[in-house]
Structure formats: structure tokens, C-alpha cells
């Protein structure tokens, strides 16, 4: 990764660590796009995920593919059209100022505490199989880990981390695959019908839930993926700062194509890896973790060969640094276009010094928040992140949506209130469901039910 960087460094001008001077070929962003939207999480949780509520987390993929749809017929278009660097500026010229800062604060909120849970999970396993036996304690390792991405980031930027990322993914792929192949060996699968006879008898690989009370019914899960991909995806600095480096219109919305139909065999792949450790452990009389995000962690250090363990790290680290590099460019370029404005209020020579100083910042936030997390986490991280992000980015998604599809303006100053306001709301409706409707619980179409107060809240304050 640093050699990358030291390659993608040289000749860089003042706009490269924020458009990758707009040149990156749409085949490395697709690629590398793969692990960034997976991460540690789909790598360690995922897989644990299939011994609580099966493969019923493909619901949630299949409606990813509408989401990416809408991205690249609806969102893309109106970012080249106006040439943005940061997708916020938008909300400033449909709504006004108030509505252009939160926007960009929500975002920056969603990414710091989204990133930092999933550079958490990767940090604590790191720290599992690795740092404690050599006697580093936790806060030194994250330290390393976010310093390390700090220094092969901090000149390149957005470019140095398209093609870091294509490494990335590599490794963590590589390591899914390996791992497949050699559990379906051990336990005697050794052909596609074969694994397929053997998921179709284990109750686990069910795929549809359809009680509307659950929380992983069919149809919330299906739109749950579908507006989870839009605002975590389309209304994301950090995804779409990816797609804006591409040449053209045309190569952004070819790589999101084909970036959807590869993520959608990649998570069954995932799924199918899960299924395999809880078959691999019952089997072989492994007690099972009390956590289901220690599954694959602990059969790969501690029950299959060495080989698998190595190629398990290089797969995990690869996760935590897809996660945390671009997060942090997109923070930085966020912060320093929507707050400092530091094209209009800063001359040339500053930019750059400047802009230095909110990467180490963000990049020191980001530890904090990893080290918070570690006291406060008791459940799947896979959920924790689609939680934060049902309250988080709902009033993204009701700004988005009011801006796209009305022709109405709103009282720009009432917009921040709106925005505290239903997450509140929703976070009381959410808590009572279960009484107040019959027994209802809500998933992670949360998230959709966010958008729609905030999208309520925008049209009661509506005017010419």
C-alpha cells in the first residue's frame, strides 16, 4: 500500500487528493468499490449472522440492487451535471446554507461513528489473535492502525485510495474463497452439488421470512436494502467520491452496473462461508462463541492450518484499511469544502497545510470513537451499523428525496431542527412499536420511516 501511494503521490496537484484529477479508469473504481462497501463488517459479521437469522441478510442484498439502480440513473447524473466535488453543495443550491451544513454534518456524523464500528471489529480481532499475545494493549494497536492509514493517505488521497482499494479487495476475497475450498474439503463437499444439497437440508440457508411481524420479513428487508444502498451509497461523500473520479458520466454508471451484480455474488458467497463454519463446528464439536461476530475469527486462528490463519489476517487487514482510508479522505474533503470552504476563503498557498491538518484531525477523531465503541458494543456489528445508519441518515434521504422530487422551497432555517427532530420521533415510535401497533417491530426500514418524518417535516415548512 505504501509503494501504491508513492506511485499515485508523484505530479499530484492541489485538487488531486479530492477528484483523483478525475482520471481513475471505472474498472478499479468498480473493483475496488467491492471491498469498501464490505468491509470488516460483511467479512467477520455477515458470516456469524447466518447462526441468528440465516441467509435472510440476502433480502437485504437483493434490494440493494434497486438502490444502486436509482444511484445510477438519478444521483450520478445530477453530480456530473454540476460538477461537484463534495455531493453537499447540492442542498445549498435547492435549499439554501442551513440545509447545505446539515447535510454535510450528518454525514460526517454517519461516516465517523459507521467507519469507526467497523475498523473496531477488525481492530478487536487483530487484537484477539495477534497484539495480545505480544502484549500490546488495544489503544496502541488502533493507534498504529488508523497512524499507518494517516501516512499512506495524507498526499495522494482519494487517488492513492482507488487503487489501494483494488489491493484490498483482492486480499479480501482471496481470503473467502481459501477459506470455502478448504472447510467443503474437510468436511467432504466436493462439488457445487454437493454444497448445494447439503445447504438446501440445513435449515439456515432459508432465504425468505414472510411474517410480517419479524424483523427480517421479506419485503422490510428488500426496501430496507433498497434505501440503505441509496443514502449509505448515492448520499455518501465517501462512496460517491469514488464514483466522481471516473473520466465521465458514462464510466461512473458502468462501473456502478457491474460493481451491483458482483456484490450481489459476493455476499451469497459470505453467506454460503457462514453456513460452512457452523456446519465445520458442529461437526467437529467446537462450542460455539458467545458472540456470532467471534465465529470465523476463532475457527481461523485457532481450529484450521496455519495457511488459513495467515491468509485470514491478510484478509481482515485488508478489510480494516478499505474501511478506514477512504472514510477518512471523504471526511476530510467533506470538512474542508462544506465548512472551510477552502476554495473561496483560503488562497493557494494555505490549501494544502490546511487541508493536512483536518486529515490528522479527523484521523485522531476517528481513534477516540473506536476506543468508545469497544465499552459500549454488545450485539452483531452488522446490526450496530444499519441502527446508526436508520437514524443517522434518515434526514439525508428526506432532504434528498424533497429536493429531487418537488419543485417546492422550505424555510432554510427551520431545516436543522427538522433534522434532530425525526430521529427523536422515530427513535420513540421504534421503542413502542410493539405496543402501540400490534405487535410490530421494526427493523432496518427504520431508516425509511426517518426519511418520511423528515420529508414531512420539509413539506409542513414549505413555501414558493
Not at 478487536?124 to 498504529?144: A, E, H, N, T, Y
Amino acid at each position: 500500500m505504501f509503494l501504491i501511494s508513492w506511485f499515485t503521490s508523484r505530479n499530484i496537484s492541489k485538487d488531486t487528493f479530492f477528484t483523483g484529477d478525475r482520471q481513475s479508469p471505472w474498472f478499479l473504481v468498480a473493483f475496488g468499490m467491492i471491498g469498501a462497501s464490505l468491509s470488516g463488517v460483511t467479512f467477520i459479521s455477515v458470516p456469524g449472522e447466518v447462526g441468528n437469522t440465516n441467509f435472510y441478510y440476502f433480502q437485504v442484498v437483493l434490494g440493494y440492487t434497486v438502490g444502486y439502480l436509482v444511484i445510477a440513473k438519478v444521483l450520478l447524473p445530477l453530480y456530473y451535471r454540476l460538477n461537484l466535488v463534495s455531493i453537499y453543495a447540492y442542498l445549498e443550491d435547492r435549499f439554501g446554507f442551513w440545509s447545505y451544513k446539515t447535510g454535510a454534518f450528518f454525514f460526517i456524523l454517519s461516516r465517523t461513528l459507521g467507519s469507526s464500528i467497523r475498523v473496531f471489529l477488525v481492530a478487536g480481532v487483530l487484537q484477539l489473535v495477534l497484539f495480545d499475545r505480544w502484549g500490546i494493549p488495544f489503544w496502541v494497536s488502533v493507534l498504529i492502525t488508523v497512524s499507518l492509514i494517516w501516512l499512506y493517505t495524507h498526499r495522494g488521497g482519494i487517488k492513492t485510495v482507488v487503487w489501494t482499494d483494488t489491493l484490498q479487495t483482492f486480499f479480501m476475497l482471496l481470503a473467502v474463497v481459501v477459506s470455502i475450498y478448504l472447510i467443503a474439503t474437510d468436511l467432504g463437499i466436493t462439488s457445487i452439488g454437493n454444497f448445494i444439497s447439503a445447504a438446501a437440508a440445513d435449515p439456515r440457508s432459508e432465504i425468505f421470512n414472510w411474517d410480517w411481524q419479524s424483523g427480517t420479513n421479506f419485503f422490510k428487508q428488500f426496501a430496507s436494502g433498497a434505501f440503505i444502498t441509496i443514502v449509505m451509497t448515492g448520499l455518501d461523500q465517501d462512496m460517491m467520491q469514488k464514483n466522481l473520479t471516473c473520466r465521465n458520466i458514462g464510466d461512473a454508471q458502468k462501473n456502478m452496473f457491474w460493481f451491483t451484480i458482483i456484490l450481489v455474488f459476493v455476499n451469497l458467497l459470505f453467506l454460503c462461508l457462514g453456513l460452512l463454519l457452523y456446519m465445520y463446528a458442529e461437526t467437529k464439536g467446537i462450542a460455539m462463541p458467545l458472540r456470532t461476530d467471534d465465529l470465523y475469527p476463532l475457527l481461523a486462528t485457532q481450529h484450521f492450518s496455519a495457511f488459513v490463519g495467515i491468509v485470514f489476517i491478510l484478509g481482515i487487514t485488508a478489510a480494516a484499511y478499505s474501511s478506514a482510508d477512504s472514510t477518512l479522505t471523504a471526511l476530510t474533503t467533506s470538512f474542508c469544502y462544506d465548512f472551510l470552504e477552502i476554495e473561496k476563503k483560503y488562497p493557494l498557498e494555505k490549501q494544502v497545510p490546511l487541508r493536512k491538518k483536518v486529515h490528522i484531525a479527523f484521523t485522531f477523531i476517528m481513534f477516540l470513537v473506536i476506543l468508545g465503541f469497544r465499552w459500549i458494543n454488545d450485539q452483531s456489528v452488522i446490526n450496530a451499523v444499519f441502527i446508526i445508519a436508520g437514524y443517522t441518515y434518515g434526514p439525508l434521504l428526506g432532504l434528498y428525496a424533497f429536493g429531487l422530487f418537488t419543485k417546492w422551497n422550505v424555510k432554510d432555517k427551520l431545516v436543522p431542527y427538522l433534522a434532530v427532530g425525526a430521529p427523536l420521533l422515530s427513535f420513540i415510535i421504534g421503542q413502542n412499536s410493539e405496543s402501540w401497533l400490534w405487535g410490530y417491530k421494526f427493523g432496518f426500514e427504520m431508516l425509511i420511516l426517518n426519511g418520511l418524518f423528515m420529508f414531512i417535516g420539509l413539506f409542513m415548512i414549505r413555501k414558493r
